[in-house]
């Protein structure tokens, strides 16, 4: 079936809801399945487009009521069979979920379906937040749905799409796509994924827990078919003959950002667009930014036709090549293999650099999987009438193929060696094997993890017997051998006598119950929640931070840094530094070499309060068992850029962390996030409200994104604005009146003024212009003038966190939307004898509610 693509410059269709209008109306009797099949068909047409075989064949299984296992290539058609589902199960009056691996999909898959069904019955839940949560068609990833399942004794689930099955299989996650199938026992379900392997043990399980018939339908044609073709010519060359004979667009396969970097620069040499190309790329470059660090030098390259691809780039990067991509502008995308799922590329040949990669424990050659995943996205239905996936022979192989040439002419030559790290060798048999072989089968993730076991006891309080037995049938029916399921009762039974010792689990009798059932002790319920485990221990563990403390902010800050995930990059980073630092000073002390290098293995990166962190997570393991000591990861970023008042630019080049933005940008949002989800309003007081704002501030004027779309699902409006299409929520909604929350208003004069403070002590007077409101009448020449007194007689200016204290700034409101804001100047002796002071007026509100609101007055004595 073809589909074909939106263009890149469209703005988002009007609702029509086209498939609400084909079912019945409220109170009406369901649809028989003919009327359904017929409905939905019809509907198809209307599209222009028509079904193919393996489409019929898997609806036609689903309106007989049957399980289905859907394992078709790429871009043949399993959405459409999805929306059948969905569809059906609305028709019948009842309630369907889908669910995929990441939030990003679940959110545009919940706006295309609000799009077909009409937004009153779609909704969407995430760890964020939720919009509509009881619509008849719910998105949502696969652990929301699995602690749906076992909280629930009767969980209101009748159908469910599981898109991106092969998670099944993922070590960390994998146990969300596998409790779903235990414990829903009244619902259908529909596994979808193109490389789902040997399903056979998955779908007598689902057969035998429900009751009902599991088909199965594989092996479709691929709509686009595939070439495959082994190089031993260089990289450039490959590339460049790939090019010229029309198999552009082209993906190049890279296993690491650095390579994808690299080879994006590499690809700089060659000139793959013509004048013509280029001079559109600039048109649609126009008004784009590339004012962060690595801005510049991503330009670069796409201006000449070179995308880059990965997740080290800042989201509105990758936006933005896949935006010139869908039109046709860049002839090549290097990036990285984890290209997929929410990358919304057109590629007519995907090409891999290499056949291994390191897997997180050793470097190995690709998985079965991977290599189908990655090789399925060349080839575009309704453009390409063929997909080429090229494999390009190792580096050295290449060289010695050259090398023997030359030996062939007399000359002496030196082959070249393999890489001694970081490579197992692969050859064009390699390549045969990998597209011949099917993908391996999915091995169960399955474990009885704390968090299943206190969820069930929580869900089953009513119950006589327990949460406990039912993790038992659980066990029973889990995947696996009888070994395994032997393993599983003991790991759950000591888990079970360690939530005991601790004393979260009660042994409770019923009279006339010759047995007895176990149950939460008072206080669990209250303790433990969905939310991440570490979130109660940082609850736990605030009322033990003085308030009166200068640092309390920070030390709050600190707390949250030390529950979120750690950002490898960024935390090399911060220890090679610590450690080169630690050298220059050992060879300042004269301390010999050997001695230097075992002080040397001591060296941590910046972790703030690491004994107490250490300290009060001990005591709180120990109450709180299932938490697992290795989870505190005390740290400093953002508490770094807060107590010197970095920006994102700043911190970046300080670290040499360009090519890693999206990593820094994306640890700045949980960490905000964090603060403002789990750190109750009892516990802010003005300094922690400014750090809120300097974070908030900080990544919204980087990217905005990360934070609009979080910030808009904890907005109750966001329920009723959210309905119709992207444009439109971002139209009805909009943000709130700045001034709408008085303290955090306050917290963003201050952290505007700090801002302006800053850039005064660092002399940098066109960034104080710019952080002054549009319109200023100062220039950076008047700045310097006005501030060429206050250098007279003082050397510097106190930046510190001590000197950015709420005492020392000042907010009042002079009428109505207008206010005063004054910033103490503190210099080198702790004095003040200066001060900066603007008005702000927001009689008209700002055309950009994050443009600065500063009007400066006067800076002076």
């Known amino acids: 079936m073809s589909t074909p693509s939106p263009s890149p410059a469209s703005g988002p269709e009007p609702l029509r809801a086209p498939l609400a209008a084909l079912l019945p109306p409220a109170g009406a009797p369901p649809l028989p399945p003919d009327a359904v099949l017929d409905r939905f068909v019809s509907w198809v047409a209307s ?18 009521g049957d399980h289905l296992v859907l394992s078709t290539p790429t871009g043949s058609g399993k959405s459409l069979v ?3 589902l969905h569809f059906q199960a609305m028709a019948a009056g009842q309630r369907s979920f889908y669910t995929c691996p990441i939030k990003a999909l679940v959110n545009e898959k919940f706006f295309d379906l609000c799009r077909l069904f009409g937004p009153e019955n779609v909704g969407m839940m995430t760890g964020d937040g939720a919009v509509n949560r009881d619509a008849p068609i719910v998105c949502c990833t696969a652990e929301i749905l699995m602690n749906l399942a076992v909280r629930e004794a009767e969980p209101p689930v009748d159908a469910v799409v599981m898109d991106e099955f092969h998670y099944y299989g993922d070590r960390e996650r994998g146990v969300a796509w596998q409790v779903p199938l235990l414990v829903l026992e009244r619902a259908r379900f529909l596994l979808m994924s193109a490389t789902l392997g040997d399903t056979r043990a998955i779908e007598a399980s689902l057969r035998e827990v429900t009751g009902r018939e599991v088909a199965a339908v594989r092996n479709a044609a691929r709509p686009v078919p595939l070439e495959h073709e082994w190089r031993e010519t260089p990289l450039h060359e490959t590339i460049e003959e790939l090019v010229t004979s029309s198999r552009a667009p082209i993906y190049l396969v890279n296993f690491t950002q650095r390579a994808a970097a690299e080879q994006a620069q590499n690809l700089m040499s060659a000139n793959f667009s013509s004048k013509e190309e280029k001079a559109r790329i600039a048109e649609a470059l126009a008004g784009a930014r590339f004012d962060s660090p690595y801005g510049k030098e991503l330009q670069r390259f796409l201006r000449h036709g070179i995308g880059l ?10 936006l933005l090549v896949e935006k010139l991509a869908q039109g046709g502008l860049l002839k090549v995308v290097s990036g990285t293999d984890t290209l997929g799922m929410g990358v919304n590329i057109p590629i007519r040949t995907v090409l891999f650099t290499q056949l291994c990669k390191f897997d997180g424990t050793k470097t190995a050659i690709l998985t079965s999987r991977d290599f189908h995943q990655i090789s399925g996205r060349a080839g575009r239905k309704g453009f ?46 390699t390549f045969q094997r990998l597209q011949e072989k099917e993908p391996e089968a999915l091995e169960s993730r399955f474990e009885p993890t704390f968090a299943l076991l206190v969820n069930l006891l929580q869900s089953e309080t009513t119950r006589v017997g327990g ?61 433990f929640s969905l939310f ?44 090679d530094r610590a450690r080169g630092e630690a050298v220059a000073e050992m060879k300042a002390r004269g301390m010999e070499y050997d001695e230097r290098m075992a002080e040397l293995e001591k060296v941590e990166y910046p972790k703030p309060n690491r004994d107490f962190v250490y300290a009060t997570f001990n005591e709180f393991a120990a109450k709180h068992p299932w938490v697992g000591a290795e989870n505190i990861r ?30 820094v940008l994306r640890y700045l949002s949980e960490a905000y996030k964090t603060l403002v989800q789990t750190v109750p309003e009892t516990y802010r007081d003005d300094a922690l409200l400014d750090v809120i704002a300097f974070l908030r501030a900080t990544v919204r004027g980087v990217d905005s994104s990360l934070i609009d779309e979080w910030e808009r699902m904890r907005d109750p409006a966001y329920q009723a604005a959210a309905v119709d299409a992207r444009a439109a929520v971002a139209a009805t909604l909009g943000p709130p009146p700045v001034w709408a929350d008085p303290r955090a208003f306050a917290a963003r004069i201050r952290n505007e003024l700090h801002a302006l403070l800053v850039a005064l002590a660092r002399k940098d007077h066109a960034a104080a212009v710019a ?58 002796a702790g004095e003040v004898d200066w001060a900066i002071t603007c008005e702000i007026d927001l009689t008209e509100p700002p055309r950009d509610p994050d443009q600065p609101l500063l009007a400066l007055v006067r800076v002076g004595p």
């Not at 206050?790 to 000042?810: G, L, M, Q, S």
Request: proline fraction near 6%.
């Open 47 to 64: 599209t222009g487009l028509s079904l193919y075989p393996h489409q019929e064949e898997a609806i036609l299984s689903l309106l007989d």
């Open 82 to 84: 999805a929306t059948f």
């Open 309 to 318: 691809h990965h997740a080290g780039l800042l989201p509105r990067y990758r």
């Open 384 to 429: 390409d009438e063929r997909g080429y996936v090229v494999a390009q022979a190792p580096e050295h192989v290449v060289e010695n193929k050259k090398l023997a040439e030359k030996a062939a002419a007399g000359k002496k030559v030196v082959k070249k060696q393999p890489p001694t790290k970081g490579y197992v060798h692969f050859d064009r048999n």
């Open 467 to 527: 949460g406990y037995g039912r993790l038992v049938e659980i066990i029973a029916r889990s995947h696996g051998n009888d070994y395994v399921r032997a393993r599983h009762r003991r790991v759950a039974a000591q888990r079970l006598r360690t939530l005991r010792a601790a004393g979260l689990v009660e042994v409770r009798r019923i009279e006339g119950y010759r047995g007895a059932y176990l149950r939460p002790a008072s206080g669990l319920q209250r303790d």
């Open 532 to 575: 991440h485990t570490l979130a109660l221990y940082l609850l736990d563990t605030l009322p033990a931070i003085p308030r009166e403390r200068e640092t309390y902010a920070l030390d709050v800050l600190s707390m949250v840094e030390s529950i979120l995930e750690d950002p490898d990059v960024i935390l090399w980073k911060q220890l």
């Open 634 to 663: 005390p740290k400093s970023v953002a508490r770094e850029m807060v107590e010197r008042f970095m920006t994102f630019a700043d911190y970046v080049r300080e670290y040499e962390l360009q090519r890693s933005e999206g990593v």
């Open 771 to 828: 952080a002054l409101a549009p319109g200023a009448e100062w220039t950076p020449a008047s700045l310097e003038a006005a501030m060429a007194p206050y250098w007279e007689a003082h050397p510097r200016i106190d930046v510190t966190p001590a000197a950015r204290r709420p005492h020392n700034t000042f907010v009042k409101e002079l009428g109505p939307r207008r206010w005063e804001a004054v910033q103490r100047i503190v210099d080198e």
